[in-house]
C-alpha cells in the first residue's frame, strides 16, 4: 500500500502563502492522479484540488485562480501551492491517491 507523507502548513495571515507537500512511496507514481482535500470544522471534507497523469489539473471555484497543484515526478511528491489565503481556507488538509490517504495537515489562516 502506498504511503503518503505531508509536510508544510502551519498559520498565516489572511493574504499569506503557503505550500504543502505530499511524497508518495511506491513505483509508478506518474501514472497516477492525486488529489487534495480539506475538512474546515463540523464539515464534510471535500476534494478542492486534482492533478492527473498527463498534468491535467481541476480546481473547485472557491480555490481556483489562488491555489496551484503541481508534481514533480522525479521526487514523488506532489505540491499545493495556497496563495491569497482566507480565514475560511482554514482546514486539515489531505493529499489522497490510490486509496491512501496522508496524515493531514492543518492550516490556519488568522490575523
Known amino acids: 500500500q502506498v504511503q503518503l507523507v505531508q509536510s508544510g502548513g502551519g498559520l498565516v495571515q489572511p493574504g499569506g502563502s503557503l505550500r504543502l507537500s505530499c511524497a508518495s512511496s511506491?513505483?509508478?507514481?506518474?501514472?497516477?492522479?492525486m488529489y487534495w482535500y480539506r475538512q474546515a470544522p463540523g464539515k464534510q471534507r471535500e476534494l478542492i484540488v486534482s492533478?492527473?497523469?498527463?498534468?491535467?489539473?481541476s480546481y473547485v471555484d472557491s480555490v481556483k485562480g489562488r491555489f496551484t497543484i503541481s508534481r514533480d515526478n522525479a521526487k514523488n511528491t506532489v505540491y499545493l501551492q495556497m496563495t491569497s489565503l482566507k480565514p475560511e481556507d482554514t482546514a486539515v488538509y489531505y493529499c489522497?491517491?490510490?486509496?491512501?490517504w496522508g496524515q493531514g495537515t492543518q492550516v490556519t489562516v488568522s490575523s
Open positions: 511506491g513505483i509508478m507514481f506518474s501514472i497516477y492522479a
Open positions: 492533478i492527473f497523469n498527463d498534468g491535467r489539473t
Open positions: 489522497q491517491s490510490r486509496g491512501s
